[in-house]
């Protein structure tokens, strides 16, 4: 079976400032990666996926970029924060169904 | 584009009572249903998975089904319990392509 490692668990950053939120997967090799984000009243929203070492697909044009350095690292960034991008974000990994971190909830103050 | 939808939003049952949770998507074209249950502030656990070719999953309490042809996914819970009080989402996914969720259905069981 697999297991997603996310970190932080929370984080809070003042806007304008940078975001670094890294997702580790053990248990399986050349998983496809995304990451969501649930937002306050919202249902999850899908930002990226990325099925392989530096191939990365965008869902939803916006403030966040990602990268996948290592088959199981995938990363969420973002140069200059918005208060809009505040929400839980998830990691999820998909091997016979998906798999998904415990999360990250950020907020932008 | 695929939407899936959940009924209801909220619900609220006494323990002990059978319950269904309902799902619907708009292209029946699915590769996968999976229900998933998030406690507050948490991730998702998945619960069951149906693949395309399945009609439906079991695992203790529950019970999902899986109709392609009406677009719809149920999810049984039987003998509610305080424990199970959550939030349940639906998700499809279609060859290719990432889930696709639903808002979500917010359980509580009161005891």
């Known amino acids: 079976s697999q297991t997603i490692h996310q970190w932080p668990a929370t984080l809070v950053q003042p806007v304008g400032s940078p975001l670094s939120l890294e997702c580790t997967v053990e248990?399986?090799?050349?998983?496809?990666l995304y990451w969501y984000r649930q937002a306050a009243g919202r249902g999850l929203q899908l930002l990226f996926y990325?099925?392989?070492?530096?191939?990365i697909s965008s869902e939803v044009p916006q403030n966040l970029s990602a990268s996948r350095p290592q088959d199981r690292q995938f990363i969420l960034s973002s140069k200059k924060l918005l208060l809009s991008d505040s929400g839980f974000y998830l990691c999820?990994?998909?091997?016979?169904?998906?798999?998904f971190g415990s999360g990250t909830r950020l907020t932008v103050v | 584009k695929q939407e899936v939808t959940q009924i209801p939003a909220a619900l609220s049952v006494p323990e002990g009572e059978n319950l269904v949770l309902n799902c619907s998507f708009t292209?029946?074209?699915?590769?996968?249903l999976q229900w998933f249950r998030q406690d507050p502030g948490k991730g998702l656990t998945s619960l069951l998975l149906?693949?395309?070719?399945?009609r439906e999953q079991t695992s203790g309490r529950l019970n999902a089904s899986l109709d392609k042809s009406s677009g719809r996914s149920t999810l049984y819970i039987a003998a509610s319990q305080p424990g199970d009080s959550a939030t349940y989402l639906c998700?499809?996914?279609?060859?290719?392509?990432?889930?696709?969720f639903g808002k979500g259905t917010t359980l509580s069981v009161s005891s």
């Open positions: 998700a499809a996914n279609q060859a290719g392509t990432a889930l696709i």
């Open positions: 149906i693949q395309s070719s399945q």
């Open positions: 999820a990994s998909r091997w016979n169904g998906y798999t």
């Open positions: 990325s099925v392989g070492i530096g191939q």
């Open positions: 292209d029946s074209a699915i590769y996968n």
């Open positions: 248990g399986t090799s050349n998983p496809n």
